[in-house]
Each structure stands twice: as C-alpha cells, then as structure tokens.
C-alpha cells in the first residue's frame, strides 16, 4: 500500500493558492477587475449603454481636458418622431461607450468629452436613413467620426425618410 505524505502535498498547495491571490491583487490594481461595456448585439437594436436616458460621461474630468461635442440632425422629410432617438460616443479603436443619451425636442444633444477620436452614433427610429456620405452604419446605429482632439466639434446627420424607396 502507497502511503502519502501530507507534507509534501501541503507545500505546493498553498504555493499555488498564493499564487492565485497575487494574481487577483495584480488585476484589482491595473483595472482589470472592470466590468466590460457590452458590445453592439449582432443583429439586435441595442449597441452599448443605448438604455441611458440621460448624458452621462465616463470620467471625463479626471482624464484632463474635457471639450464640449454637439449633435445635430436635420430631418428631410416626415416619419416617425426623432425626440428621444439613443445618441452614443464611442471611443474609436475600442468603441468603449463614452457617453450616452437622447436627442431633445430641438434634434440636439451635448456633453462634454476628454480630448480624443470617436465614433458619434445615432439610432433613429425605422424608416430614417442617413444622408451624409461619412456616415456608416454599425450594429444598427448611424456613426460619424469625430476629431475631437485639439478643439469642440459639431456632428450634423441629415436624415430622410427612406418610405417608398424600398422598391429601387
């Protein structure tokens, strides 16, 4: 009969245990104990963070200089109503959500952000199609890209309503 001694077995028991708590004090330490951003779904409606109603920036005074982004959508034509339609920044590269919320009455919404390039997202209701050809569509949102950098930006999306068109 073999017998085991329980020393022997303790030791490298407890290394590797120690081992496990260092790795999780390490991850605490350099962030990466944060929930991620949920990604765009694939053929959903819902991007990242597209539930927030009201502006909300991630931190964006404690990573400096915070400049002011607006958008702006001009409609061509009558659909369905675009008050309330979800607006999302997205940091481009990572397309992290930065800030979210809604377009007001006037077809507006503003925050600040820190300086940086972004993906500004829209997601009119059905029926609204881009006009603008730096536009893309992403997940079902209408982005632009934006350079905000060194100063403030305007984003313009010009939307029309895309009924009657579906035949051509």
């Known amino acids: 009969m073999v017998t085991v001694d329980r020393r022997k077995l303790a030791a490298p028991l407890f290394a590797q245990a120690a081992a496990f708590v260092v790795v999780l004090v390490i991850g605490g330490f350099t962030g990466h104990a944060k929930t991620p951003s949920p990604a765009p779904g694939p053929g959903g409606t819902q991007g990242p963070a597209a539930t927030t109603a009201t502006p909300t920036a991630s931190s964006a005074s404690s990573k400096g200089a915070a400049l002011k982004l607006t958008v702006k959508v001009i409609k ?43 993906q500004v997202c829209i997601q009119p209701p059905i029926g609204w199609d881009s006009k603008v050809r730096t536009t893309h569509v992403l997940a079902d949102w209408i982005c632009s890209p934006a350079d905000l950098r060194t100063s403030p930006q305007l984003v313009t999306f010009r939307l029309s309503t895309s009924v009657g068109q579906a035949g051509q």
């Open 76 to 118: 061509d034509g009558d659909g369905l109503p675009l008050p309330g339609t979800q607006v999302n920044v997205l940091q481009t590269g990572t397309l992290t959500s930065v800030v979210t919320g809604t377009l007001n009455p006037a077809l507006e919404f503003a925050s600040n952000v820190p300086a940086g390039q972004y």
